[in-house]
């Protein structure tokens, strides 16, 4: 009989490969990927953008001395908390300004850049103050509408449909008009189902009491006359 091949032993990594590697990593409360690199991780963070993580990740490599193009799961947690301090306080260490999202801050009148929550909160507080002055934005912003003067004819528009008539509409109004002629335009419909009169028609002319009482009155004599 045929001898079995042997199987050969799979190679397995060294396990202190595997025990420095982490499949999740936590940057600045962010949870990312380890697969991925520092450069792609930190676009992960909220308020930081491609030009902001470029320029935050030559910072990390002349302060800190890691690759930004290595993997997040390989770093220490020593070496993240190294880096969750310096993109919390990226101002101090020599961002251009015109990246920052806080120029000139309304309480402090500081140039600083914030991230993750903090980003949140300050978002929240200048929306609210601009509500209480009642501003143009305030106002937009109380009403859900657009503040940065977008247009608003084909987008950003709430509600029903509007010029549209559906028939689920018209049922909800009170179902379909009574002897309504079939193929007539639902539009002309609805109005005459409320009773009132349609588009175009002229408004009947008002009769006095005094004028029906005589109508009535001349009608037997009429039909004597004819007769």
Not at 136 to 151: A, D, E, L, S
Not at 195 to 201: D, I, N, Y
């Amino acid at each position: 009989m045929a001898k079995k091949p042997e199987k050969k032993p799979i190679a397995k990594k060294p396990e202190k490969e595997e025990e420095q590697f982490r499949g999740i990593v936590r940057i600045a409360g962010k949870d990312v990927k380890g697969e991925i690199s520092l450069l792609r991780a930190l676009r992960a963070v909220r308020g930081i953008g491609h030009t902001m993580a470029v320029s935050a990740a030559s910072i990390i490599k002349r302060d800190l001395s890691l690759d930004p193009n290595g993997r997040v799961g390989d770093l220490t947690e020593a070496q993240i908390e190294s880096i969750d301090k310096l993109l919390y306080s990226l101002q101090d260490h020599g961002v251009p300004v015109y990246l920052m999202n806080r120029c000139s801050d309304f309480n402090s009148g500081v140039n600083r850049h914030i991230i993750m929550n903090d980003l949140l909160f300050e978002t929240t507080q200048d929306v609210e103050r601009e509500k209480k002055a009642y501003s143009w934005k305030g106002y937009r912003h109380t009403y859900g509408q657009k503040v940065r003067g977008q247009r608003t004819r084909n987008t950003g528009r709430t509600g029903m449909a509007v010029g549209v008539l559906r028939k689920a509409i018209i049922a909800a109004q009170g179902g379909a008009v009574a002897g309504a002629k079939p193929g007539a335009p639902a539009a002309a419909a609805a109005p005459a189902a409320a009773g009132k009169p349609a588009a175009g028609a002229k408004p009947a002319a008002a009769v006095s009491p005094a004028r029906a009482a005589a109508a009535k009155a001349a009608a037997p004599a009429a039909k004597a006359e004819k007769k």
